[in-house]
Antibody, heavy 117, light 110 residues
Framework: EVQLVESGGGLVQPGGSLRLSCADS????????MHWVRQVPGKGLVWVSR????????TYADSVRGRFTISRDNAQNTVYLQMNMVGAEDTAVYYC??????????WGQGTLVVVSP | QSVLAQPPSVSGTPGQRVTISCSGS????????VSWYQHLPGTAPTVLIC???QRPSGVPDRFSGSKSGTSASLAISGLQSEDEADYYC???????????FGSGTRVTVL
């Protein structure tokens, strides 16, 4: 079974930067779209970004466009989320999600990002 | 505020059937397929329904999905205590160019 393991979360100051990583144990990573979804504690799920299999096409939610960058390393089966100029509104659990054949079928356990002075 | 409206909560007794609605628009539900996710606090969300009504392998047939026009719904029949969770509908929105989630529905088993 596919396993997605996120890392890189933690405490960051407002205006700072953080890079999240997601390691995918599956065999289809090179053919999968990958997504990041976040959840503010006590609130609902919110989609953040996606990247296509070869890494050339990326899409972002309006709330993060220009501040966050999604990328991937297919040799390492890893997808990244570079978070810059973070604010309190970016405090959330960030989930990595695999999309296989149009189905967002596997989610990681999430990594918590806290933006605080 | 989500572009997909769901009731905040639904409840039922064990064995009962409950339904969760998801109301959208022509730019999302009206043009693309809907997925439903179950999320138990502290765990990774799991997909229950994809392509409006299809159940991925391993999902019990107590869960069923449907779609009509710009609305979709998830039904849980034979409600069980382990079904207590948050449920989200989701679909690609062509105008926002984003994957959008519903506001979420908390299912409580009385």
């Amino acid at each position: 079974e596919v396993q997605l393991v996120e890392s890189g979360g933690g405490l960051v100051q407002p205006g700072g930067s953080l890079r999240l990583s997601c390691a995918d144990s599956g065999f289809t990573f090179r053919r999968d779209w990958m997504h990041w979804v976040r959840q503010v504690p006590g609130k609902g799920l919110v989609w953040v970004s996606r990247i296509n299999p070869d890494g050339r096409t990326t899409t972002y939610a309006d709330s993060v466009r220009g501040r966050f960058t999604i990328s991937r390393d297919n040799a390492q089966n890893t997808v990244y989320l570079q978070m810059n100029m973070v604010g309190a509104e970016d405090t959330a659990v960030y989930y990595c999600v695999r999309e296989f054949n149009g189905i967002r079928d596997f989610w990681g356990q999430g990594t918590l990002v806290v933006v605080s002075p | 505020q989500s572009v997909l409206a769901q009731p905040p909560s639904v409840s039922g007794t064990p064995g009962q059937r409950v339904t969760i609605s998801c109301s959208g628009s022509n730019s999302n539900i009206g043009r693309d397929s809907v997925s439903w996710y179950q999320h138990l606090p502290g765990t990774a969300p799991t997909v229950l329904i994809c392509y409006n009504y299809q159940r991925p392998s391993g999902v019990p047939d107590r869960f069923s999905g449907s779609k009509s026009g710009t609305s979709a719904s998830l039904a849980i029949s034979g409600l069980q205590s382990e079904d207590e969770a948050d449920y989200y509908c989701a679909v690609w929105d062509n105008i926002l160019n984003s994957y959008v989630f519903g506001s979420g529905t908390r299912v409580t088993v009385l």
